[in-house]
């Protein structure tokens, strides 16, 4: 019987941990469900998808150029992220250090407004950078990466 009864609470706890789960708010002003980019033709927007000899180490939540890009929850601001080291890639080269919720992410090709303190759920955080200037014809999006690497999808 005690087994049974451990079993039954190990169980609860496990679906419990599962409904609790944490899930990204609004990203994006333009898209409410925080679709993803799926294909065009600079790659795939997934997690684990091709980029060459490499896989993509994030999610990508489509935002059009110049939306307003929104906290998913509150979050604390921790730092700029530097995207790339080509000087090419300038125009999109910012993003930011968050966490929240017991995370640790970033988001990439965002202009943040500030890169240090608090803000919360649903209000912004800063503006899409200009992808479109940088690989015409992609399909412009915030790239959601955890600070391990881990893929980000179940959050969404």
Known sequence: MKTAVLLFTVVLIAVLSECEMVKFGQLCSDNSSNRRRTGDKWGQGHHGAS????????????????AT????????????????????????????????????????YVKPDKYSGVVKKGQR???????????PGITSHVHVQMCDKSDPTKFF
């Open 51 to 66: 980029r060459g000899g490499r896989a993509h180490q994030g999610l990508d939540i489509v935002c059009n150029d110049g």
């Open 69 to 108: 890009v929104y906290a998913p929850f509150d979050v604390k601001l921790n730092g700029k992220v530097i995207v790339y080291t080509d000087p090419k890639k300038a125009a999109i080269n910012d993003g930011i250090n968050l966490s929240g919720e017991g995370l640790c992410f970033k988001l990439f």
């Open 125 to 135: 955080i800063g503006t899409m950078l200009t992808m479109q200037s940088v690989y």
